[in-house]
């Protein structure tokens, strides 16, 4: 008798153990509900969610939830910050439809591939028994489940203009912080997860986020870019630190 549920295989010991599962819990809930339900998950518990929520050869819910978190921060950018809309047509309402359109179906989805291909690679050089590629591309993606908060623009000056004054209170400095404790989370949560999901210590599963962390969380989604504005350091200045004699 055929039933319904999700089709997962776990390692235990040398062998792989096929398990089906009827009620998917965390990530493998479908639709707007089981997004939000995973977003609650992976931020308050993720050890928990990167055990249970997780499954080998099943990408869709992790890549609509790596979509809905891009979409979310560039939608709240452009919200509160008009000025980041890029100019494509004479109209600014149809040009932010298409750069949405353009985050949703190209730029989210080739980004969490790149992302995921790069985390790839830093696996097989560093971890020698590993999970598949599907569950490292659902790991990256579910990692960055913090940057959904973190569209906010930098300037008060901006959110002035946006919102109509209420910007001054809001703007500058906390917003700043916000994007890097959430770029940082995000790195936090990819640690995490390939410790859990690849079975690996957290020491070797941060050597090997080092990288794809960087790449995601650091230039993609502003995470650098909220350390310069804060600091005035840039990631020239740290470099040219590092080669100093």
Avoid: C, N
């Amino acid at each position: 008798m055929a039933r319904s549920g999700t089709l997962i295989a776990r390692r235990r010991h040398p062998t792989a153990v096929t398990q089906w599962v009827e009620s998917p819990e965390g990530g493998r809930d479908r639709g707007p509900a089981g997004v939000l339900r995973a977003w609650v998950a992976v931020m308050v518990r993720p050890r928990r969610f990167f055990a249970t929520g997780i499954a080998a050869g099943d990408q869709a819910p992790g890549l609509v939830f790596g979509v809905s978190v891009t979409l979310l921060h560039v939608l709240t950018r452009f919200a509160l910050d008009p000025a980041a809309v890029p100019q494509i047509g004479a109209s600014p309402a149809a040009s932010a439809l298409f750069a949405l359109l353009a985050v949703t179906v190209f730029i989210a989805p080739l980004g969490l591939h790149l992302a995921a291909a790069v985390q790839t690679v830093a696996l097989i050089l560093l971890v020698e028994e590993r999970a598949g590629v599907s569950k490292t591309v659902q790991t990256v993606a579910y990692a960055a489940a913090p940057l959904a908060l973190a569209g906010v623009p930098f300037e008060p000056t901006r959110l002035v203009d946006a919102a109509a004054g209420v910007g001054v209170a809001l703007g500058g400095v906390p917003f700043e912080l916000l994007r890097i404790a959430a770029a940082g989370y995000a790195t936090a949560l990819l640690v995490v997860g390939l410790a859990v999901v690849h079975r690996v210590s957290i020491a070797r599963a941060a050597a090997a986020a080092a990288v794809p962390a960087a790449f995601v969380f650091g230039y993609g989604f502003g995470g650098f870019a909220a350390v310069v504005s804060l600091t005035g350091v840039t990631v020239g200045d740290l470099l040219s630190l590092a080669v100093a004699p």
